[in-house]
């Protein structure tokens, strides 16, 4: 069993910046894949960015790419979500998961640890 814990939520200006980190506890080594979704209020938890361990690969949502920045501390057992130049439209809460098969993922069902959320508010 993998623990996920995420931090650093908050409430932020339109055009600001939020550092999101989750930290992996347990069987981390049954991880291969760090993904991050996110739920809006009534609408369905989306994908945002995915990094596999091994090698630093990256995939990102349209949505975020060039503005959000996936990254990792394998020492710490940690992954970063780095969000830079924040809209309104980023409001949700956001969520950790790993993934036991080493191939990027945005499917939802593929994720079978998830950490318990952290709320990210963009004000305008």
């Known amino acids: 069993q993998v623990q996920l814990v995420e931090s650093g939520g908050g409430l932020v200006q339109a055009g600001g910046s939020l550092r999101l980190s989750c930290a992996a506890s347990?069987?981390?080594?049954?991880?291969?894949?760090m993904g991050w979704f996110r739920q809006a209020p009534g609408r369905e938890r989306e994908f945002v960015a995915a990094?596999?361990?091994?090698?630093?690969?990256?995939n990102y949502a349209d949505s975020v790419k060039g503005r959000f920045t996936i990254s990792r501390d394998n020492a710490k057992n940690t992954v970063y979500l780095q969000m830079d130049s924040l809209k309104p439209e980023d409001t949700a809460v956001y969520y950790c998961?790993?993934?036991?098969?080493?191939?990027?993922?945005?499917?939802?069902?593929?994720?079978?640890?998830w950490g318990q959320g952290t709320q990210v508010t963009v004000s305008s």
């Open positions: 998961a790993g993934k036991p098969w080493a191939t990027l993922s945005r499917l939802i069902s593929s994720y079978d640890s």
């Open positions: 347990g069987r981390t080594g049954s991880v291969h894949v």
């Open positions: 990094l596999r361990w091994s090698d630093g690969a990256r």
